[in-house]
């Protein structure tokens, strides 16, 4: 049932008489607003709650929303300035052709003559080279219902297997191992649980500056008297605070995971009552550990040994503790064998399906959940199904209306797309929600990849750097001027408002693919005129799937905050908590344990290129930056990439902080400001990858992939540091005493 809003005493109560207070003369001082839309904020995904304020079909500000039970009207950097993109002048306002004489490359045409090209290439490219000839790449900032509507229109109007999405980036290492052990793909507790946890260990994640709402959970936990772990090469924020550190080198988690799972084993901190009614294969995985030593580990992670049989005793020992993981293990060629490791370790201590239990990934996109549910993956069909099994074929089909044979079968994940590009077996590709050129790993192989391309479109609202190798631009929708819904990283299904319409001739998303859907003769599949009838048919595909959503309802996801899947049924309270009981989603309900050996990450150190490199995200900034590059107060915060580096890497080279340096790997080159700080390994540099052109990470980075999930080693490459245009040579700092530095 709906809460009823909170009074200004509450609300003083709750927050402090200093937090979130309405400026003198109230929040819409100044302003003129004509009304104030209910919604979630477009970045990650945490999906806050936020209401907009809007003034002749523009978003003018934002009020916090209090009663959104998740963020409590908290908000980030990037969530108290999203609204600022909207009105931004560089918003596409119309269809654009690739035009090299035209001012910018690009000339205006009209809808029909742009979507006419579009539908000809298509036609053209498939009619000379065969259906899976054109692909397709998809995001998920997009809704459930959009994520829905591109799996099903790639299948049925495009006729291509070949549609994969970002979350291959993002999300699908720990898909996989959630998959695997457990048998379902979601968080495995609500947010709500993390305060209730004795211990919070976070591996490859900065929370702080990724997911800062998740902090004031962890807080909460510490007030409690709850042990904080962190686990990372980096000492972020909110390690400062840790009562214990792991200052991992980069892509040795596992062994980690290993030797700790061989203390609770060697000690026997282990839940055996747990173990034989829940769980299968626990001597495979405790076979796999037997000389996974601390001793053996800190060698090979660099994290001293008392410290990892710390952390086994306070997480063996609890009676309560969550682990909670994102792409610093993830983003891996051994991010499945990661996650699977951490899952060994709440298996093994019957940390699941209890109050403050769970090892659970945070899921990083705005709708990185729900967007990896309902179709949107190479592989599988809406409600999580398999794109190869018959019988979850059959399912959708008769949904769909089509025949079985119709649906295509698996296509190849995203780096493979742009993998076939580059080798002329792809000629054409349409693209919505994607960025490749910035976020794809080996930036300068992408870029020879687009430029092969023999047809490109884009549907986006800014253009992109991918977007400018693009023959035809389609103005899409801004998250603002669509409604729908998102599955945030805790499985809540939410409800996104629209507040405006799109400007100038800008179009919604949905209805655009529907318009291409009918040009290509398929329109008798895409009879929709409203995105809620999208919904109602997501919610017949997904029924009976792992990621049920039959029984939710728009009206009851408003009312109830959201609503959390599987929901099988209308009247369903919905599942917060997964695994309660511990019953497990595998056919005998019980889950898996997984040996995990130890593997050396895709490239390794040497003499040439002897400094470790990870990359990731900093918190004014989000992901390829197309959207928070263009808004002024968070280019302010961070406005160009720095390299991070250890004042004893820093002193080896001869730099000070704020000196440029060139960071060369096998794969390209990139120059940039040193940024001295204590808080990272002596052996490693971190680069934000937000930036384009030259000042992309994605230059140095390789293409090596996880061979279960395919996702790219984002987190690992081999590198040389150097002063740039200087002659200091970097020297081996594998040996560097990390007792002085990072730790
Ligand atoms: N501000 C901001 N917030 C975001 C985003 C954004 O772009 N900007 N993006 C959203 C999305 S899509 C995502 S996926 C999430 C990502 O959220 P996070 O995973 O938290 O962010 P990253 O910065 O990619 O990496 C996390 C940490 O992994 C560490 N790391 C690097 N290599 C290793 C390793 O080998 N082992 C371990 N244990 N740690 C390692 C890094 O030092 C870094 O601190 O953030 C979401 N939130
Ligand atoms: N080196 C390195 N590379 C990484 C990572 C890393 O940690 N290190 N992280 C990876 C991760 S986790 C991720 S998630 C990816 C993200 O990589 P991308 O998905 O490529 O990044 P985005 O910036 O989300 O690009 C999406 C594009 O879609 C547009 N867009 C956003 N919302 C909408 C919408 O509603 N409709 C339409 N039509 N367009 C929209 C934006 O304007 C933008 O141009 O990057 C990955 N790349
Ligand atoms: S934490 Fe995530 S969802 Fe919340 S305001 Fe920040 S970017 Fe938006
Ligand atoms: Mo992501």
């Known amino acids: 049932m709906a809460r009823p809003p909170l009074t200004d005493a509450e609300l003083i109560e709750r927050y402090g008489p200093h937090l979130n207070q309405a400026p003198p003369g109230g929040w819409n001082a100044g302003i003129e607003v004509d009304r104030v839309v209910d919604t979630h904020c477009c970045f990650c995904g945490q999906q806050c709650g936020i209401k907009l304020k809007v003034h002749d079909n523009e978003v003018v500000g934002f009020e916090p929303w209090y009663d959104f039970p998740f963020n409590e009207g908290k908000l980030c950097p990037k969530g108290v300035k999203r609204y600022l993109q909207g009105s931004h002048p560089d918003r596409v306002l119309y269809p654009m052709e690739r035009d090299e004489t035209a001012p910018g490359g690009f000339r205006r045409v009209s809808w029909d003559h742009a979507l006419d090209r579009v539908v000809s290439e298509i036609r053209r490219i498939q009619d000379e080279y065969g259906p899976n000839s054109f692909a397709m790449l998809s995001g998920v900032s997009l809704t459930n219902e959009k994520s829905y509507l591109i799996g099903k229109f790639a299948r049925l109007a495009l006729h291509t297997a070949n549609l994969d999405y970002n979350g291959r980036y993002c999300m699908v290492s720990a898909g996989a191992g959630n998959k695997k052990a457990l048998g379902i793909d979601r968080a495995s507790n609500p947010w709500s649980d993390i305060p209730l946890a004795d211990v919070v260990w976070t591996a490859g994640t900065n929370i702080a500056e990724t997911f800062p709402i998740t902090t004031s959970y962890i807080w909460k936990a510490r007030d ?48 055996h009552d747990f173990i034989d009614a829940h769980t299968n294969d626990f001597d495979q995985a405790a076979a796999a550990v037997a000389d996974m030593t601390p001793a053996w580990a800190a060698d090979v992670t660099g994290v001293p040994r008392a410290r990892i049989e710390q952390a086994a005793e306070w997480w063996g020992t609890s009676a309560t503790g969550m682990l909670l993981h994102a792409r610093g293990i993830e983003q891996q060629s051994k991010g499945v064998d990661n996650v699977l490791g951490a899952i060994n370790l709440g298996l093994a201590t019957g940390k699941f399906g209890k109050p403050g239990c769970g090892v ?122 669509d409604e729908g819904t998102s599955t945030s990283g805790e499985g809540r299904i939410i409800k996104i408002n629209a507040a405006v319409e799109p400007p100038g001739e800008a179009r919604l998303d949905w209805q655009i693919l529907v318009d291409l859907a009918d040009r290509l003769g398929s329109g008798h599949y895409f009879p929709y005129t409203d995105t809620h009838q999208i919904f109602e048919e997501l ?105 991070e580096m250890h004042p004893q890497l820093a002193e080896r080279i001869g730099v000070a902080d704020g000196d440029l340096v060139t960071v060369t790997s096998r794969r390209g080159t990139i120059t940039l400001p040193a940024h001295v700080v204590a808080t990272i390994r002596p052996d490693t540099v971190f680069i934000p990858y937000h930036w384009p052109g030259d000042k992309a990470a994605n230059q140095l980075t390789q293409r090596v992939v996880d061979p279960i999930s395919k996702m790219p080693e984002f987190k690992v490459s081999a590198v040389r540091v150097e002063r740039a245009g200087g002659r200091v040579a970097t020297t081996d700092v594998r040996d560097f005493d990390l007792q002085g530095g990072a730790t």
């Open 539 to 643: 919610r017949l595909a997904s029924a009976g799937g792992t990621a049920d959503y039959r029984g939710a309802t728009w009206e009851r996801i408003e009312a109830e905050y959201g609503l959390f899947w599987p929901i099988p049924e209308e009247g369903h309270p919905g599942t917060p908590r997964l695994y309660e009981g511990g019953r497990f989603y595998h056919p005998d309900g019980r889950a898996k344990f997984h040996a995990v050996p130890y593997r050396l990450p895709g490239e390794v150190v040497d003499d040439d290129y002897p400094v470790w490199l990870t990359t990731g995200r900093v918190v004014s900034q989000y992901l390829s930056g197309t959207q928070t590059r263009r808004i002024a107060a968070l280019v302010a915060q961070y406005p160009e990439p720095l390299c």
């Open 360 to 481: 659970t990934t945070i899921t990083g996109q705005g709708n990185g959940q729900g967007g990896r549910e309902h179709g949107h993956k190479c592989d599988q069909l809406p409600g999580n199904r398999d794109i190869t099994n018959p019988e979850h074929r059959a399912h959708v089909a008769s949904v769909w209306g089509c025949d079985v044979d119709e649906i295509p079968g698996k296509g190849i994940p995203a780096l493979e797309i742009i993998e076939a590009i580059h080798a002329g077996e792809i000629k054409g590709l349409l693209s919505i929600c994607f960025n490749p050129l910035v976020s794809s790993p080996d930036s300068n192989f992408t870029r020879e990849a687009l430029d092969r391309l023999e047809f490109y479109s884009v549907i986006d609202f800014f253009v992109s750097e991918s977007g400018h190798h693009a023959d035809i631009i389609l103005p899409g929708s801004l998250h603002e001027e």
């Open 224 to 271: 409690r008297g709850a042990r904080l772990i962190v686990q990372d090469p980096r000492v972020v924020p909110h390690a400062r605070t840790a009562d214990l550190f792991l200052p991992v080198r980069p892509g040795t988690d596992s062994a980690l995971f290993g030797a700790v799972l061989h203390e609770l084993i060697r000690h026997d901190w282990l839940d």
